[in-house]
T-cell receptor, first 112, second 111 residues
Framework: DAGVTQSPTHLIKTRGQQVTLRCSPI?????VSWYQQVLGQGPQFIFQ???????GRGNFPDRFSARQFPNYSSELNVNALLLGDSALYLC???????????FGEGSRLTVL | KNEVEQSPQNLTAQEGEFITINCSYS?????LHWLQQHPGGGIVSLFM???GKKKHGRLIATINIQEKHSSLHITASHPRDSAVYIC?????????????FGKGTKLSVIP
């Protein structure tokens, strides 16, 4: 079975642009959560979606938004990019709303 | 808001040594996760526990709910164990959906 897949793996954007990151969970997993990891720091929680509904949101500005589709895949959108948004964005899926997490390899975003 | 502290921040060990990484948190939790992150970014879940002790191969994780403390032990360490080990906790109630992470412990095992 395929693990959690994220795309793109690397991308470079300029300040003010918008970016969309994609995540496909493990088959059968209904929960997807998103995390931001700045270099040298631990990850920070951004969003969790379960059964297509937002179930949790971390302390991030409204420039960050996400959604979950009927097939349980998810997108994370970031508008009006700032230099400080440069980070590794990780997606994780789990079978239930709480439970063991399975992480993707991440999308590394560089904002110039 | 839960505060998660890990110690040590950096750890260098000789191959074969017994290693302990510690994690403390400030408020009650529903579960604690130990994660392993290799260079390049990918994260692997090692353990999820809410009480007692779990063992998988050379890895052992324990948690003391009363003390708000968890330890990850690696027996007979090997260079392939070199990675960043991250502790993360799930809150209780509505907050259980939000993981709070420690900053990680960077382990280097020297042959």
């Amino acid at each position: 079975d395929a693990g959690v897949t994220q795309s793109p793996t690397h991308l470079i954007k300029t300040r003010g642009q918008q970016v969309t990151l994609r995540c496909s969970p493990i088959s059968g997993h209904k929960s997807v959560s998103w995390y931001q990891q700045v270099l040298g720091q631990g990850p920070q929680f951004i969003f969790q979606y379960y059964e297509k509904e937002e179930r949790g949101r971390g302390n991030f500005p409204d420039r960050f938004s996400a959604r979950q589709f009927p097939n349980y895949s998810s997108e994370l959108n970031v508008n009006a990019l700032l230099l400080g948004d440069s980070a590794l964005y990780l997606c994780a899926s789990s079978l239930y709303i709480t439970g063991e997490l399975f992480f993707g390899e991440g999308s590394r975003l560089t904002v110039l | 808001k839960n505060e998660v502290e890990q110690s040590p921040q950096n750890l260098t060990a000789q191959e074969g040594e017994f290693i302990t990484i510690n994690c403390s948190y400030s408020v009650g939790i529903s579960a604690l996760h130990w994660l392993q992150q290799h260079p390049g970014g990918g994260i692997v879940s090692l353990f999820m526990l809410s009480s007692g002790k779990k063992k998988h191969g050379r890895l052992i994780a324990t948690i003391n709910i009363q003390e708000k403390h968890s330890s990850l032990h690696i027996t007979a360490s090997h260079p392939r164990d070199s990675a960043v080990y991250i502790c993360a906790v799930s809150g209780t109630g509505a907050g259980s959906y939000q993981l709070t992470f420690g900053k990680g412990t960077k382990l280097s095992v020297i042959p």
